[in-house]
């Protein structure tokens, strides 16, 4: 069991920074695969970037490349996600996630935070 808690969503102008923080419970982040996942209103909920087990970055979603950097941080068995650059459209809940099970594909994922609500205006 993996219990996740996203924080570090807010306002910001275009062109801004924010960071957000995935803590993870119950297991070590080494342990499975990470992503981060973003949901805009009336669309579905999608991929933007994720983390091996061994702690390397293993996809960015073309919208995002260039300008999001996921990292993590084992001691606080937590990930991050760096954004920068932010843009309007980039304003969505986004949410963490944890692939544990060893059989799930690499778009699968089967624990997930409440999400954090970025807003960014132009």
């Known amino acids: 069991q993996v219990h996740m808690v996203e924080s570090g969503g807010g306002l910001v102008q275009a062109g801004g920074s924010l960071r957000l923080s995935c803590a993870a419970s119950g297991r070590t982040v080494s342990n499975y695969r990470t992503g981060w996942f973003r949901q805009s209103p009336g669309k579905e909920r999608k991929l933007i970037s994720a983390i091996s087990r061994s702690g390397g970055p293993i996809y960015y979603a073309d919208s995002v490349e260039g300008r999001f950097t996921i990292s993590r941080d084992t001691a606080k068995n937590t990930v991050y996600l760096q954004m920068n650059s932010l843009r309007p459209e980039d304003t969505a809940v986004y949410f963490c996630?944890?692939?544990?099970?060893?059989?799930?594909?690499?778009?699968?994922?089967?624990?997930w935070g409440q999400g954090t609500q970025v807003t960014v205006s132009s």
């Open positions: 996630a944890a692939a544990v099970d060893p059989r799930l594909g690499p778009s699968q994922y089967d624990y």
